[in-house]
């Protein structure tokens, strides 16, 4: 969702890291009032995200949302320009833990005082030497823990605030999914992706959850 990042309780702006179909990010800017950034690498999301705003529009047609086909790495001016206050990265932010540093000096620049960020995020729990097929599967050259994520925040000027341990939903939707894999046939990734995930949120070598940061 813009960096895939993306509002004030009545009227603000957010953003979204992984913005996928953009969906979600609409819902939040017609339920809050707020304008949105969606931020995706998949030009075919993007041109479904612009699709939805259209259909939004007939509920309400004063909503202000921008989409752009980008990495959250190499933001376009169009998003770098703006301040928001929320800031949200949907399952896209464990695939740079090795550039955690550089994605965390741009979130800071975009947040305003006292804005937050939010990411879905595989975080590691066992050291990295018993997680190297999860980190193979999931293209992560590097894994971080939530102790390290906390002490990236600090270095950039914001402040771990807290969040959600999604484990067991992970587990649920991955079995899920290699059950659809399997019956259905599907193309994209096999059913040995998916069962790993599972596995390694099962048996607590990593953890999938919500992680919330204040920028102070």
Request: glycine share 6%; proline share 3%.
């Amino acid at each position: 969702c813009a960096l895939r990042l993306k509002a004030k309780a009545v009227v603000s702006t957010q953003s979204t890291g992984g913005c996928g179909r953009g969906i979600p990010l609409l819902d939040t800017a017609v339920a809050l009032g707020c304008s949105v950034v969606g931020v995706d690498l998949a030009e075919g999301h993007i041109e479904m995200a612009k699709e939805s705003v259209e259909v939004y529009r007939e509920k309400k047609p004063d909503l202000k949302a921008e989409f752009y086909c980008n990495s959250y790495l190499e933001l376009p001016e169009s998003v770098t320009s703006q301040k928001f206050s929320h800031i949200m990265m949907q399952t896209s932010l464990f695939y740079s833990h090795h550039r955690i540093d550089e994605i965390f000096v741009e979130v800071s620049k975009l947040l305003k005082p006292g804005g937050i960020f939010v990411a879905s995020d595989f975080v590691r729990v066992a050291p990295e030497s018993e997680i190297e097929e999860f980190m193979k599967f999931n293209s992560m050259p590097v894994a971080l823990s939530l102790d390290e994520m906390k002490a990236a925040f600090l270095r950039h000027g914001m402040e771990y605030s807290g969040g959600e341990n999604l484990d067991s939903h992970c587990i649920k939707c991955n079995a899920a999914k290699v059950l659809k894999v399997t019956t259905e046939k599907i193309e994209g990734p096999n059913v040995e992706f998916f069962r790993n995930r599972e596995n390694s949120v099962r048996d607590g070598k990593v953890s999938f959850q919500i992680i919330m940061a204040k920028k102070n």
